[in-house]
């Protein structure tokens, strides 16, 4: 990993600190500082807060969650058309045709761990420098650096390794670098385990939550930097994609109340918002979103990199037809079509509207999210299919208040279980778990395509069911294939 960490290290360290968040204004319109370096970064209580906000920033990379590691999580499934064959624009993600040198498969890589070393960087150094702000503050900020360590690696594990579900997490998964890099020395490094890297992802939470705050007093903080409810519902996606639904049942339940209407009831108090459009286009920082990317002039993602210009400006991909959008059971009353445009007799989703530059924030973790997985796992475990039920109908009714779900589409466990599945991919479209879903399921990716460009569909057995290992890596990084 030299390749990536001897050259950037002390630049993504500066960029960091471009993200001083003191005061909420700081954080959108952050004051540049200069001449720092790792010998003096931690010197004042304003420069390690600068550093935890750089963190977040790494988050943003455009290969991240700045854009295009959510479009690769939908474009991989069945909802979206190619319109352009651009391979600049995720062409080879939409079409299974990634090898090790993709910009996909090389790029994600890249970014993420960049921003593994930066929380690495942080939580080896916070220690010996804890003279210069509160042991507490100093805990919390650790624990927001596990919070974004553990995204990172669950992020990565989705995309490059086999499903968990497949063998309980025997194949290979990722090299797991805990100690931040600033030479070769630690530059060979094999793959742990599938499972290796799931535990590590669960240490993480796990003390994020103990030690991060319940709120941060504001709803952009709330919404823009990890909290105790944050690490929570992140479990509950983690313990999904295990299939250990005893635990996502578990972490629900603290941050979901046992009836409706439900929300928190503690720490920042999430509950769904009653408009599902205003979450996408007036409020981004409603108690729905749990945590998002804010995207602002000095720090987002631009042109083809941004999720507004590739599935909105550029119309590169449509709604399939033959998708979730002409799926009869999205009626047209369902207020969340209303986030879609018709142009040439195809329609684009319209989630992301704001024009250049783009400063539509980026959902990673929505409360519509959470009670889906509750759902889902009292379903699969058949627990309590009423209460699955209620918490169905609270995503459905928000949007379609006068929908009734018809008995055969709930009547046992496994039609209760697809018709969840159904709301996943009408309530999460472009927000990048289609691919997730199917993996975690280990269903075949369907087949797609228009009259002039096609996708096959891919099987659990075939290569293609999960991203190759970049050429970057596989050439720097001696013990990668052993």
């Known amino acids: 990993m030299k390749y990536l960490y001897n050259k950037t290290l002390l630049y993504i360290v500066s960029l960091g600190l471009l993200l001083s968040a003191c005061m909420e204004d700081e954080l959108l319109f952050p004051v540049p500082q200069t001449d720092l370096t790792v010998a003096n970064i931690f010197d004042t209580p304003d420069r390690i807060e600068g550093l935890v906000n750089g963190l977040y920033n790494g988050l943003k990379q455009d290969y991240f969650y700045g854009g295009r590691y959510v479009m690769y999580g939908d474009f991989r499934g069945e909802d979206f058309i190619n319109n352009t064959n651009n391979i600049f624009t995720g062409y080879d993600a939409w079409s299974h045709n990634l090898n090790s040198s993709s910009n996909e498969v090389e790029f994600v890589w890249r970014d993420a761990y960049l921003t593994i070393n930066q ?40 995309y490059y390794a086999r499903p968990y579900v497949e063998n309980q997490g025997a194949s290979p998964g990722l090299p797991l670098r805990l100690r931040s890099e600033d030479d070769d020395t630690g530059n060979d490094l094999a793959r742990s385990s599938v499972a290796e890297v799931y535990a590590q992802i669960l240490q993480d939470l796990n003390e994020a939550e103990a030690a991060l705050p319940e709120t941060h007093g504001g709803s952009l903080l709330n ?11 992140l479990k509950t996606r983690v313990y999904l994609n295990m299939g250990d639904y005893a635990n996502v049942i578990q972490e629900a339940q ?34 729905e979103s749990i945590f998002s ?48 445009r018709e142009s040439d007799g195809v329609h684009y989703l319209m989630k992301y509207s704001r024009g250049a530059p783009f400063l539509d924030f980026v959902p990673v973790i929505r409360y519509a999210e959470v009670l889906l997985n509750y759902a889902e796992a009292l379903a699969k475990t058949g627990n309590d299919l009423p209460l699955s039920l209620a918490l169905l109908e609270e995503v459905r009714h928000r949007s379609d208040p006068d929908y009734s779900f018809p008995a055969e589409a709930v009547g046992t466990p496994e039609q209760l279980v697809e018709t969840i599945w159904l709301e996943r991919r009408m309530e999460l479209i472009g927000e990048g778990f289609r691919s997730y879903d199917l993996l975690r399921n280990l269903l075949t990716i369907p087949a797609k395509g228009s009259s002039s460009l096609t996708a096959p569909a891919i099987s659990p057995s075939q290569e293609e069911y999960v991203f190759p290992l970049p050429n970057l890596e596989i050439i720097t990084n001696n013990l990668l294939l052993n």
């Open 119 to 158: 929380t690495n960087f942080f939580i080896d150094n916070m220690d010996d420098n804890r003279g210069v702000i509160t042991d507490a503050l100093a805990d919390q900020y650790i624990a927001e650096a596990k919070f974004v360590r553990a995204l990172c690696y669950f992020s990565m594990v989705t």
């Open 223 to 233: 919404t823009t930097r990890a909290h105790r409810n944050t690490a929570i519902a």
């Open 254 to 287: 603290k941050i979901v109340s046992p009836q409706a209407p439900f929300m928190a009831a503690s720490g920042v108090l999430h509950t769904l918002n009653r408009d599902v459009v205003e979450i996408f286009r007036d409020n981004f920082t409603t108690t």
């Open 293 to 340: 990317m804010p995207m602002t002039e000095l720090s987002s993602a631009t042109g083809q990199n941004s999720l507004g210009f590739t599935y909105n400006v550029s119309e590169e991909y449509y709604m399939n037809p033959n998708g979730i959008f002409g799926h009869p059971e999205w009626r047209s009353e369902d207020a969340r079509r209303v986030m879609y």
